[in-house]
């Protein structure tokens, strides 16, 4: 009985970690997304051009990015997607305005039906009509850091972060922020309603998540944002792992051997409803690494560890 138990609580777990899919766009010469999983992004407008330019916020680092002219931008077919984005997501944008004088739109949600979805206001953010952010770290020429979080089991929740720090948050009861039946997500390209608030600009990343992540989340891919905007993540190769005791009750250790020796790894615990419970970066390749577990509520649990190169994961039980 134990053992029919425990292989359900297995498998919803998976359920739950596979349910949880990402989609990243890395413009490198192409709108395709980088792993094949999604459709590519389309051109709406016209057509820009791939450009190598320098990355200030991440090192003065060197990337290609696809350079759009004002009023012209992106599409994600959400319906070509299956539905990807429902009434929980995230979106996750670096990219840069050339000027930002009035509004100038980021995210449509209504296929230019409507004036309403996501702006840039003077260097502030706006969520046409419902909120203006006091002032946020936005400026022209400059790319921003940009994360859109909608949670459907909190109450609709909209939250809107730049630089990783919430600069409007709103209970989305009308769903402004959900995909209309035309299934279409937009970005940069303004509504003709009230048409051409816009800037030409630049995006280096656009990711778009199933599911909303958290401030911690959001905080580790800011502290990260290297790796996300160049997609590091996408290549790494996946490596065995083992965990034990399995079930534990007071401390799991975590045998690394698999991995490269002395490279730096960081872990993550997630419960089983997906949220980050233990992080740690200051794990090391070609050992094995402990951690305590006692004060994690009985269940099930989720451990990822990943670095440059290298990934893993394995379910875990906590008793």
Known sequence: MKRITLFFLLFALAKLVS??????????????????????????????????????????????????????????????????????????????????????????????????????????????????????????????YYVITRNANDDDKVLIYTDAEVKIEFTDGSGAALIDADGMLNFFYDDVVVPNEASSGAVAMVKLYNYPLTQENITNNWNGLGSQVFGIHSLQTRVQMMVYPNPAAAKLNVNLTSFSQNSRLTATLYNSQGNPVYFNDNFYGGGVESFPVSIYPAGMYFLQVSGENEKASSTVIIR
């Open 19 to 144: 349910a949880q899919q990402v989609l990243q766009y890395n413009f490198e010469n192409s709108l395709n997304e980088a792993n094949g999983d999604g459709p590519a992004l389309t051109v709406l407008g016209t057509e820009g051009v791939f450009v190598l330019d320098t990355l200030n916020e991440i090192s003065g680092s060197t990337k290609t990015v696809y350079r759009f002219e004002k009023n012209n931008g992106l599409q994600f077919n959400n319906i070509a997607a299956s539905g990807f984005i429902g009434d929980s997501y995230t979106i996750e944008l670096y990219f840069v305005f050339d000027e930002l004088a009035s509004w100038k739109r980021v995210v449509d949600w209504k296929n230019r039906k409507t004036d309403w979805g996501a702006y840039v206001y003077y260097g502030k953010l706006n969520f046409y009509n419902i909120l203006y952010s006091n002032e946020a770290p936005v400026l022209p020429g400059e790319y921003t």
